[in-house]
């Protein structure tokens, strides 16, 4: 999926999740077909599985977080909370960070390092590195 920002800009969603999203991700068109782009910065996405290794996941996120083409990076909570020590010190705006579910593993809104840094924001939390102070 191609995100037109002005005219001849286009930016990109990355995914970073299990092989089931990634590929439900993929078919719904988030996948960049560029080829000039995918050699020049690999694929706009990455399939965590149980044979990879945490430095080829923080390899990964580092990766997509540091690409100019891409806006947002959706990454499943699980595979986040693999690699929470990178997300809770991520701060750029761009490319936001956003933890989705998977179908293997709940979502858990105290796990979500975004929306512990809504709720201090507001006024109604505190974060220890990604988690909400009890």
């Not at 001849?8 to 969603?13: D, N, Q, T």
């Not at 995914?15 to 995918?38: F, P, Q, R, S, Y």
């Not at 933890?99 to 201090?120: F, G, M, Q, R, W």
């Amino acid at each position: 999926m191609v995100i037109k920002i002005k005219e001849g800009e286009e930016k990109l969603v990355g995914v970073i999740g299990d092989e089931d999203t990634v590929t439900g991700m993929l078919l719904a068109g988030v996948g960049d077909n560029n080829a000039e782009k995918k050699a020049r910065y690999g694929p706009n996405y990455f399939i965590a599985t149980r044979d990879k290794h945490l430095d080829q996941l923080e390899e990964a996120f580092t990766r997509m977080t540091n690409r100019p083409d891409i806006v947002v990076v959706l990454i499943t909570q699980g595979v986040a909370n693999d690699i929470r020590h990178l997300i809770v010190d991520y701060d750029k705006t761009i490319p936001a960070v956003l933890e989705i579910p998977s179908k293997d593993i709940p979502y858990d809104a105290n796990d979500d390092t975004v929306l512990c840094k809504v709720n201090i924001a507001l006024g109604n939390g505190d974060v220890v590195r990604g988690k909400k102070k009890k």
